[in-house]
């Protein structure tokens, strides 16, 4: 048994979400928004230099029940 990250959700699956982003990213909104997900970024890249993304705290985060 191989152990994902995260479950694929059902929108992913039926291409739904890439589809909302091909639109977004054709009308301009994409880079309309691009100053507000700063934080976001800013949060996630904080947290892959502290090694919340390394293999050994992901497995930890799985035994524990965390996505």
Do not use: C, Q
């Amino acid at each position: 048994m191989v152990l994902r990250y995260r479950r694929s959700s059902l929108k992913t699956m039926l291409g739904i979400t890439a589809e909302k982003k091909r639109l977004k990213r054709e009308l301009g909104i994409t880079a309309v928004e691009k100053p507000f997900r700063w934080w976001g970024n800013e949060k996630r890249d904080i947290k892959r230099r502290l090694g919340y993304y390394s293999p050994l705290a992901r497995f930890i985060r799985y035994l524990m029940g965390r996505d």
